[in-house]
Every structure is written in structure tokens, then in C-alpha cells.
T-cell receptor, first 112, second 113 residues
Framework: SQTIHQWPATLVQPVGSPLSLECTVE??????LYWYRQAAGRGLQLLFY??????ISSEVPQNLSASRPQDRQFILSSKKLLLSDSGFYLC???????????FGDGTRLSIL | AQSVTQPDIHITVSEGASLELRCNYS??????LFWYVQSPGQGLQLLLK??????LVQGIKGFEAEFKRSQSSFNLRKPSVHWSDAAEYFC???????????FGQGTRLTINP
């Protein structure tokens, strides 16, 4: 069966520091991969999605970037974090064709 | 523009009472429809999905949803809620061939003992 892993579960970082969040999927090939952010008490905001290795679509211009170095690996990065980057970050995957997205357990990012 | 609307930001029901969470969509053609649940500090879990066919779909945890084309709605129901159902519920839609989901803003469900 397919599983999705996100780490770390929680992260506290100072303003101006770099960021790297990793997401990996097991048990499937060539998935679509997604990064979402959820601010406190708010809905889901799609940040990036990828339909294949090296293919990244950015939904919202911002301080973050994404990369997909391997088929089942999706990385969210920042060179210098801002206070506004705080939030709950969710990774999701979807198989090719029709189907739902499946979510990881999320990373709680706090910026001090 | 394609959109999903959940009119109720917060709903409170008593344990054992019935529940209906509303979801309306605006799409040119009937989209694929989903309901997810999110417990505090957790990711989203898929409750059920509608692609085509029978307009009443059964999901996990005793939930069901009914697709009504005439009302552009996909409301989620449960006959009797349990305290463990307290969570945030998201309705989502995807157009045919679309790579992305469009989410509603979510409905927070509180259960009174």
C-alpha cells in the first residue's frame, strides 16, 4: 500500500534562517506531488505541485521554493525565513489519472 | 472561476444528534468531489469521493454525502455524531483532467457532550 512521510513533525526556526522540509511517498510510481500551507484558523493554500521529476509549478509568488530531485521525493525550501512563513505545511500525493489526493501528517513550522 | 463554498464556518451539535455539512461548487461541468476531515494537528483524511453514478456515496466513519446536480451541492451527513467527530471538515473539487484540487474554507465541527 502507499504511504507518505513528512519530516520533521515540528520545527522552530529563527527569522532569516534557511528551511528544508522533506516529503517522500512509498508504494507508487510517478505520483503528482503537492505542498500546501495552512495558516492558523485558515484554509489550505496550494504552494507548489509537481507532475514529474524536475517539474515544479508555483501557485503563489513567495519566499519559498520546491524541488523534486527524485520521483517520490518533494522538498520545500527557503533561503531566508520570514515571520509570515509560520504555519502548518502539508504534503500530498495523487496517482496519475482520476483520484483523490492523500495527505501526510504535516509539519508545524514556527518562526521566532 | 471554479470555486467551492462551505457556508458554515463553525457548527456545534450535541453528541448523538444528526449532522449535515454544506458544500456548494461552481464549475462549468460536474467536477469530481471529495470530503476530507482534519483532526487538530493532523493531516487531511479522505472521507469519501464522488466521480459519477449513484449520487449517494458512502464513506468511512459512518459518513455519507449526496450529490445534487440541480443545487450544485455535495452535502456531508452523519445520522448520529460521536465526540470523536469533532474536527475540521473540508469539501474539495477537481475538474476533469485537472491536476489540482479546489478546497472550501472548511467547517469546524464542535460536539457538545
Amino acid at each position: 500500500s502507499q504511504t507518505i512521510h513528512q519530516w520533521p513533525a515540528t520545527l522552530v526556526q529563527p527569522v532569516g534562517s534557511p528551511l528544508s522540509l522533506e516529503c517522500t511517498v512509498e508504494g507508487t510510481s510517478n505520483p503528482n506531488l503537492y505542498w500546501y500551507r495552512q495558516a492558523a484558523g485558515r484554509g489550505l493554500q496550494l504552494l507548489f505541485y509537481s507532475v514529474g521529476i524536475g517539474q515544479i509549478s508555483s501557485e503563489v509568488p513567495q519566499n519559498l521554493s520546491a524541488s523534486r530531485p527524485q520521483d517520490r521525493q518533494f522538498i520545500l525550501s527557503s533561503k531566508k525565513l520570514l515571520l509570515s512563513d509560520s504555519g502548518f505545511y502539508l504534503c500530498a500525493w495523487k496517482g496519475t489519472g482520476v483520484g483523490p489526493q492523500h495527505f501526510g501528517d504535516g509539519t508545524r513550522l514556527s518562526i521566532l | 472561476a471554479q470555486s467551492v463554498t462551505q457556508p458554515d464556518i463553525h457548527i456545534t451539535v450535541s453528541e448523538g444528534a444528526s449532522l449535515e455539512l454544506r458544500c456548494n461548487y461552481s464549475y462549468g461541468a460536474t467536477p469530481y468531489l471529495f470530503w476530507y476531515v482534519q483532526s487538530p494537528g493532523q493531516g487531511l483524511q479522505l472521507l469519501l469521493k464522488y466521480f459519477s453514478g449513484d449520487t449517494l456515496v458512502q464513506g468511512i466513519k459512518g459518513f455519507e454525502a449526496e450529490f445534487k446536480r440541480s443545487q450544485s451541492s455535495f452535502n456531508l451527513r452523519k445520522p448520529s455524531v460521536h465526540w470523536s467527530d469533532a474536527a475540521e471538515y473540508f469539501c474539495a473539487a477537481a475538474g476533469q483532467g485537472a491536476q489540482k484540487l479546489v478546497f472550501g474554507q472548511g467547517t469546524r465541527l464542535t460536539i457538545n457532550p
